[in-house]
């Protein structure tokens, strides 16, 4: 299978503590795109890399959310100091081109 | 602020029956357009994109632009039960192709 993988699928944290995604893109996607979606909601875009570079980051991603793409390849989120408003899905994308993009499976995070 | 809008629902169509979901969008700048499928607790599933006026059929899907209406469907022939679940209409309105998203128009399709 050669889709968008993400890990771990579920977290569940306490409040105040840091937690870490990784996404692993499509090969030979050099477009990855961060997402959360909540209850009800569409997703939101949380920040974007072509390559290795971060190009873009919402004004939805606080100075206790960072992200990482080394080498182009895959990418990692992190978040500090967890709260409650931070449970959510968050999902990862990939694109060879700015136009379709394939979803991972998403890690749902539960901050207790 | 650019918005995607769609009905919420829930969408119930009988087996069978044509299945039609809406999305307007407000950036008239908007370049591409796509349909997601999500199935209760999975992750989003591309479906339909289109980038041009009129038409675009695969299979049992039709998805229909009219950007001087700013207006996308979805039109999903003969539905199945399979077919239940929250359709997403997304826009790529990002400066970097980030897409904006509805929220989703559950559909329940009955046996």
Known sequence: DTGVSQDPRHKITKRGQNVTFRCDPISEHNRLYWYRQTLGQGPEFLTYFQNEAQLEKSRLLSDRFSAERPKGSFSTLEIQRTEQGDSAMYLCASSRTEREQYFGPGTRLTVT | ?111
């Open chain 2, 1 to 111: 602020q650019k918005e995607v809008e769609q009905n919420s629902g829930p969408l119930s169509v009988p087996e069978g029956a044509i299945a039609s979901l809406n999305c307007t969008y407000s950036d008239r700048g908007s370049q591409s357009f796509f349909w997601y499928r999500q199935y209760s607790g999975k992750s989003p599933e591309l479906i339909m994109f289109i980038y041009s006026n009129g038409d675009k059929e695969d299979g049992r899907f039709t998805a229909q632009l009219n950007k001087a209406s700013q207006y996308v469907s979805l039109l999903i022939r003969d539905s199945q039960p399979s077919d239940s679940a929250t359709y997403l209409c997304a826009v790529g309105g990002g400066s970097q192709g980030n897409l904006i998203f509805g929220k989703g128009t559950k559909l329940s399709v009955k046996p």
